[in-house]
């Protein structure tokens, strides 16, 4: 069959088009005028114009995770793809699939220094899953229907293609996705039979276990998560989740412990500490979750589920290893579970859950709402409250305390509900990814749970926000600190809060109406329902301004350098442990 | 010292497309990962299609030597990977250039023991030679060595390449 000659910047939008994309993100340039040409000339493709390309990158992460969807980015060389750098990264640490196109010099001006040129496969080759440089425009569909390939296959990530203006300008046969197999990267799903009875055998003399299960559980599709709650509900095992895997299992499951790690419940950390039997499903053995590694469950046999055999083994030595897809091995197990008739210990489970209902007595993420002054806590939870007989609500967020604390207080029925950026912890991640979330889900209600110092990073996003009228809620618990780095100060530099106070801050309300929105404020107790139901009945977007307590920490924390077994619950508990010399290196 | 914390001394064969940014994606894994490079070849060995075979030598505790075959296998135009060190025997090659600036019975004594090491003359001037060496890594470093006194100027080494013994293929 012969193929249709187009030229490059046409392949791209016909290879687009075929890849079933109908959003892009992106700002144009010199060295990507041929594509943004093309994309005047059709509409099939509707175009976001957001107003810094790290906002392109955080919104199409934004809109990946919340639909399973590869995001698209288009920028142009040189500025425009060093601006992006920093949301590549946090796609690859979080494993969301992206594929970003740079605009680049012509191809015979490559290594001159041109004008706006930079090594931009170079520069973003450890921040890739994969990139290309393509350098003629009979490899352009090829290329690009590989790339999405890539990005979405295996361990999702970005993947970014590099256009040389001449190769966009340039004719060239245009071959359809059908026709294009990638002869070598073939990751593996189905996960090895053998071990996986080995597993389940294991799983059945258990009398302490625990289900670990994380971002993976999420990256694997809705599936994944009916299999895992399955799992859970036919073991009737105890299950904790990751920042990223929050929503893998509803919050509402009895069986649900809370998130793990440095910010998780009590009873989370210290069934992890105390299991006999660990079983990890899409999760990696984060440095934020394991503590002190050498003091890290010390007397589990650990089964590990990964489609990355690189996660496998990496930071703790695993009794079993299964790589494979979350939703194949979790059928298999299911499968082997229940044609072996396998006999849970049930007294002794009965005995651990007497044990962990113990724990959970402690009640470790309780606060007191008392008087005018608004805990931050008390925000999020009346959020939650206030929003939880819906059936779509997105929540993406910011990083630092009031990430993690919209973490421990909103409750997630379902997977793909939550964003936030977890491996890199990219202040300024929030805006833009609500901003991504809100245009592949229409009608949404979608809040970004901000601190005033992260929203500030990538706040010019509010314009884009006005233009493409997106009801995005931003809702900023303001301590008027960085709060989760005076946090740090305080328990390891002797509370010298060095640059971690921001003076001059704006003004939220007048800042929203500035940009179009609506400007809200709450700076009492009494105020925060009425500001929250006012956000959200308003049809426009809107920053609400909720003034918290200033100096509220952030518990339970496991500080740097400890183990689960020795988590700080309050700040009356830190005075008596003071942090070892190896946590003090730690971050 | 515990066995999970010993050094081991691995020759890992990497299988790749041959296509333009593959080593600099090797030689980034090691460096951005912090992994040992003792040595690293490569060159293509099947033009018609079009792969290279790059051999590293890398040290590191077992878990760290099972973490650079997993990351060398993410990477996308790999192929494959097999550590020869523990698949079974194998043979590994390394060649030098070494040249020897001298005159008399210093010249004299770097011939004869070329001769013991069958290290073969390639260039020679009135006051220097060239030898090549081809052998493993530890007879070229002891070749090296006794020039040394005899009036070593240069070196110049491949590194290591190895093959499996036996008939199958990589
Ligand atoms: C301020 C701050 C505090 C934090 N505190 C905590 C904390 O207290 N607790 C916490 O948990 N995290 C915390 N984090 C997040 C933490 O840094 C990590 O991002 C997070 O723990 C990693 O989650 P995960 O293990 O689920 O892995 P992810 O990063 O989500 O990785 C997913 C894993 O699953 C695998 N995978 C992907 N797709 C599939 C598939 N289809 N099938 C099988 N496997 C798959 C991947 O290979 C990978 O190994 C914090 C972050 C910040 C910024
Ligand atoms: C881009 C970036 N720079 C710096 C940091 C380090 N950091 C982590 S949390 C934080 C403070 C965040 O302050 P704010 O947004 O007000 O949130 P709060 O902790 O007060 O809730 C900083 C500076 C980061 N995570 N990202
Ligand atoms: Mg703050």
């Known amino acids: 069959m012969a193929y249709e000659e187009m030229s490059g910047a046409k392949i791209l939008i016909q290879a687009l088009v075929d890849q ?3 959003d892009v993100f992106g ?80 191809t015979h001006l490559i290594g001159n220094d041109a004008f706006q040129e930079c090594d931009t496969t170079g520069i973003t080759r450890p921040c890739t899953k994969h990139n290309y440089l393509v350098k003629s425009t009979a490899d352009l569909a090829r290329t690009i229907h590989e790339a999405f390939y890539v990005a979405r296959s295996g361990r999702p990530g970005p993947v970014l293609i590099d256009l040389p203006k001449d190769v966009q300008l340039a004719m060239g046969a245009y071959i359809p996705p059908q026709d294009i197999v990638h002869k070598t990267y073939q990751p593996k799903t189905r996960g090895d039979r053998a071990l996986i009875e080995q597993a389940v055998a294991l799983m059945a003399q258990a009398e302490r276990p625990i289900l670990y299960c994380g971002g993976g559980v999420v990256n694997s599709g809705p599936k994944a998560s009916e299999l895992l709650t399955k799992l859970v509900d036919v073991t009737g095992f105890p299950v904790t989740l990751t920042l990223m895997g929050l929503g893998a299992v509803p919050a509402s499951h009895p069986q649900f412990l809370g998130m793990l790690g440095m910010h998780g419940t009590y009873e989370a950390n210290l069934a ?62 299911l499968n082997v579970w229940t044609s072996s008739g396998v006999k849970p210990d049930r007294k002794a489970l009965a005995a651990w859950w007497r044990q962990i209902d113990h724990w959970r007595t402690r009640n470790s993420l309780a606060y ?51 964003m936030t950026s977890g491996g890199l912890g990219t202040m300024g991640y929030g805006l833009p990814a609500a901003m991504g979330v809100q245009l592949a889900q229409p009608g949404a209600l979608v809040v970004d749970i901000a601190g005033e110092a992260s929203i500030m990073m990538n706040i010019q996003e509010m314009s884009t926000i006005a233009q493409y009228r997106l009801p995005v809620k931003v809702f900023i618990l303001n301590n008027q600190y960085m709060g989760m780095v005076r946090q740090w100060q305080e328990l390891l ?85 003071p942090i070892s010399e190896e946590g003090m290196v730690l971050v | 010292m515990p066995e999970s914390a010993r050094e081991e001394r691995h020759t890992i064969g990497v299988l790749v497309d041959n296509e333009p940014g593959v080593l600099a994606r090797v030689i980034g894994l090691f460096s951005g990962r912090g992994y040992n490079i003792e040595s690293l070849t490569v060159a293509e060995t099947d033009p018609q299609g079009k792969l290279s075979r ?76 060239v030898f090549e060496i081809i052998g493993k890594t530890t007879k070229l470093s002891a070749f090296i060595g006794l020039m040394q006194p005899l009036g070593l100027v240069d070196v110049a080494r491949t590194g290591v390449v190895a093959i499996a013994r036996g008939p199958a293929a990589f």
Not at chain 1, 405 to 417: D, I, T, V
Request: net charge negative.
């Open chain 1, 27 to 106: 700002y144009p340039g010199g060295a990507i005028l041929p594509v943004y040409d093309e994309l005047h000339q059709q509409n099939q493709i509707r175009h976001i114009l957001v107003r810094q390309e790290g906002g392109a990158v955080h919104a199409a992460e934004g809109y990946a995770r919340s639909t399973g969807k590869v995001g698209v980015v288009i920028v142009t060389s040189g500025p425009g793809a060093t601006n992006a750098v920093t949301g590549i990264t946090d796609a690859l640490m979080d494993s969301v699939p992206l594929v970003i196109f740079c605009g680049q010099v012509p």
């Open chain 1, 368 to 418: 007191r709402q008392t008087g005018d002054i608004i805990k931050p806590q008390h925000a999020i939870r009346r959020l939650y409250e206030l929003t939880k007989h819906r059936d779509d609500v997105f929540i993406t967020t910011e990083v630092g305390q009031h990430q993690m604390w919209a973490a421990q207080h909103f409750g997630f029925e379902k997977p793909n509900r939550w």
């Open chain 1, 272 to 333: 992890m500490h105390g299991c006999d039997v660990m079983v990890c499903i899409g999760a990696r053995f984060d440095d934020r979750v394991t503590g002190r590694l050498n003091a890290f469950a010390p007397n589990a046999k650990k089964i590990h589920i990964d489609i990355d055999p690189s996660s496998i083994n990496k930071n703790v030595l695993v009794d079993i290893g299964i790589v494979g897809d979350v939703a194949d091995v979790l059928e298999q197990m």
């Open chain 2, 54 to 129: 790059i051999t590293i030598v890398t040290s590191g505790t077992p878990m760290v030597i099972e973490q650079i075959k997993n990351q060398l296998g993410r990477l996308v135009p790999v192929r494959k990977v097999s550590d020869l060190t523990i698949e079974g025997p194998h043979v590994e090659r390394e060649m030098a250039l070494v040249k020897v600036h001298g005159a008399g019975e210093k010249r004299v004594e770097a011939l004869r023991i070329a001769d013991i090491f069958r290290a073969r003359v390639v260039d020679s001037t009135n006051e220097s030679f």
């Open chain 1, 493 to 577: 530099h002797g509370s010298r809060y060095s640059q971690t106070y921001m003076e001059s801050l704006p003004d939220f309300v007048k800042l929203a109406e500035a940009f179009g929105a609506v400007g809200l404020r709450a700076e009492k107790a009494d105020q925060l329902d009425d500001v929250i139901k006012e956000m959200i009945a308003v049809d426009k977007p809107v920053i609400a301004d909720i003034m918290v307590d200033k100096a509220e920490n952030c518990f339970p924390m496991i500080p740097s350098g400890a183990a689960h077994n020795d988590m700080l619950l309050g700040p009356e508990d830190k005075a008596e442990k």
């Open chain 1, 20 to 22: 079933g994309v109908k």
